[in-house]
């Protein structure tokens, strides 16, 4: 089942985090527990007051979420359990055909999320050496061709 801007509730919120943090640990091998601990708090700011927050629930809990401002991919997690499945595409998918989705950005260190958004057809635009909150994690800046 998916949810379009569902109410953002605490609850919610922290499940989504949740979802968050395993996926990261899972897929972002370069960041350290200190530095999920850290960007906790960005993820539940970004969570609250995303503009577009979709969410795929499957037995009755979040597998996957994206979250899209503007016509950019601002987060998209998929639990481990679902990678590789078909629900991050669909989700991108989706943003794009419903959402104007043009852009997203990507760290460089996660060759997998990178090699997922040139499958579907974004290109390389530009390189950041640093992230959002000026952290040490090249950002590439993608573009749907």
Request: hydrophobic fraction near 40%; glycine fraction near 8%.
């Amino acid at each position: 089942m998916i949810i379009v801007n569902p109410d953002r509730s605490d609850i919610l919120v922290d499940s989504l985090t949740n979802l968050w943090k395993t996926t990261v640990r899972a897929t972002h091998h370069f960041l350290s527990e200190d530095d999920i601990q850290k960007l906790t708090k960005f993820v539940k700011i970004g969570l609250s007051g995303i503009e577009i927050l979709i969410i795929v629930i499957d037995n009755q809990r979040p597998v996957a979420f994206i979250g899209i401002e503007a016509g950019k991919i601002e987060m998209l997690f998929v639990s481990p359990d679902y990678l590789g499945k078909g629900v991050g595409r669909e989700l991108v998918e989706l943003g794009i055909s419903q959402y104007n989705v043009r852009f997203v950005d990507v760290n460089e260190q996660n060759p997998q999320a990178t090699g997922f958004y040139l499958h579907i057809g974004f290109k390389i635009f530009e390189r950041k050496e640093l992230d959002e909150q000026g952290n040490p994690f090249p950002i590439l800046k993608m573009k749907l061709s």
